[in-house]
């Protein structure tokens, strides 16, 4: 509404300015070649402005006349810009299809079309280090490095084509490359130095390293609080034995930054135990227990006094655990302290509610049971045969490798905080095929007393007990 009355108060003035100089009285002499003219005023201004146009379209005329030749050529550039993004698209979906081959046609035809555009001399080098050309892909991620928009996604190829050849020094040789380009920038490099650092145990520079990295999220704290906690726990146990007060520092460290981080706390608590610093190692192996319920807590809680009898760790074990045990591996902490002061009645209590389905610990525990109360061979030699195919007890685990204490690096991948404690999954039973029916002639042979029909494997997932 308000363009309209723009509009309509502009043509009434317009209108008014032409009527006025259309009113102008007076004329204008004008000679030329002998010629002699006398137009009034108003017609002399309406003829001036006619000519002004004219001239001005035929400039116009005249100057488009002149740029066709480089708009052609600029509507050719922007045809061939266009093929080459198309192209370059393509090539994108064919490397992401899995057709390597004729992702680098493209790519090829991309570059080329764009002027060596970088992008494309990437995508190429990507498809030809999939089509297993590694001497072209090689040269394009060099000449890409020298180029400071591609030289992190060069350097990135390279360190995925060394990985690929097996050619791990070279590859943490670009990792730390990216890194002096760009600090803090690249992920994938700050984890293959780091990952190296953890593997050759440098964990000075890598709780340094992990310090510097940025923590955004919630989420991201918390990671990187943990691998703080580690490196602390893995220097502690570095220098438990050379440096006790030193290691002591870095556990404690550890348990600030997770409280509950039990290889930390079984370090410090073995610390202050060897100073003579009982309470302190008690209350803080009281503390992880009642938080974990880890059995390695229990355990060194009944060590926690050098010189003490195996009644007097008995004794500290029933102040820590509860009659009944609460979970199998209370019972069999408490079953062993049992066994080692000869309270035979004490060890069953503790395990009556698990010999049922027992766990490989369980049956190698009642073994021990019969045969010191009773000195029964036959019902020992029952129980460890129970033991054999029973389901294992949590342990430290990590890539298969099962170990009797906790490690700060998997010595398989070398991958930090891998250790886990969990049943081994090499202990879960494989199904068991369903048996061919007898013949009628044949009789099977009962099973021997005190043998399970047949032990049942654990769902995926599930954790024995």
């Known amino acids: 509404m308000i363009r309209l009355a723009s509009w309509i108060i502009a043509s009434l003035a317009i209108t008014a300015l032409i009527a006025w100089i259309a009113s102008l009285s007076g004329t204008l002499t004008i000679e030329v070649a002998g010629w002699r003219m006398q137009p009034e005023i108003g017609t002399t201004v309406f003829l001036l402005i006619a000519a002004l146009v004219v001239v001005i379209l035929v400039w116009a005329l005249i100057r488009r006349l002149l740029d066709t030749p ?33 992702a ?25 280090l999939a089509v297993g050309d590694m001497g072209a892909a090689r040269e394009h991620y060099r000449a890409l490095i020298s180029n400071e928009k591609t030289a992190m996604a060069a350097l990135a190829g390279l360190y995925e084509q060394a990985r690929v050849q097996n050619r791990p020094d070279v590859a943490l040789t670009f990792a730390r490359k990216a890194i002096t380009l760009e600090p803090g920038g690249a992920g994938w490099a700050s984890e293959a130095v780091f990952a190296d650092l953890a593997r050759r145990g440098a964990w000075a520079q890598a709780v340094a ?38 290691a002591l520092d870095h556990a404690l460290t550890a348990l600030k930054l997770l409280p509950d981080f039990v290889p930390a706390a079984l370090i ?51 102040e820590l655990i509860d009659m009944p045990p609460a979970n199998r591996a209370a019972a ?59 389901p294992r007890d949590p342990v430290w685990t990590a890539d298969g490798i099962v170990s009797d204490e906790w490690e700060p690096v998997s010595p398989v991948t070398g991958r930090l905080d891998a250790f886990e404690w969990k049943v081994p999954v090499s202990s879960v039973p494989a199904p068991v095929a369903p048996a061919r029916p007898q013949p009628a002639d044949e009789s099977a042979s009962p099973p021997a007393l005190g043998e399970p029909a047949a032990t049942l494997p654990l769902a995926p997932g599930q954790k024995a007990e």
């Open 104 to 128: 680098r046609a493209l790519a090829r035809d991309a570059r080329s079309r764009l002027n060596d555009n970088p992008a494309a001399r990437l995508l190429e080098a990507r498809a030809e």
């Open 209 to 246: 390293m992990v310090n510097d990295q940025p923590a955004r999220s919630r989420a991201e704290r918390a990671a990187k609080r943990r691998k703080q906690a580690v490196i602390e726990t893995a220097r502690a146990r570095e220098t438990e034995e050379k440096d006790p007060l030193s």
């Open 268 to 318: 410090a608590a073995r610390i202050h135990s060897n100073r003579g610093e009982t309470r302190k190692a008690m209350s803080l192996l009281r503390r992880i227990w009642r938080a974990t319920g880890h059995p390695h807590a229990a355990t060194l809680y009944a060590n926690a006094q050098s010189g003490a009898s195996a009644a007097e760790r008995l004794k500290r074990v029933r």
């Open 70 to 102: 480089r708009v052609l050529a600029r509507r050719a550039r922007e045809r061939r810009r266009e093929a080459g993004i198309e192209a370059l698209s393509d090539a994108v979906v064919a490397l992401e299809a899995g057709d390597p081959s004729r």
């Open 332 to 390: 069999m902490v408490v079953a062993r302290a049992a066994i080692d002061a000869f309270d035979w009645a004490t060890a069953r209590d503790a395990l009556a509610s698990y010999v049922a389905e027992p766990t490989e610990g369980v049956a190698s525990l009642m073994a021990e049971i019969e045969e010191g109360e009773t000195g029964d061979q036959g019902k020992a030699r029952e129980w460890l045969a129970r033991a054999v195919r029973a």
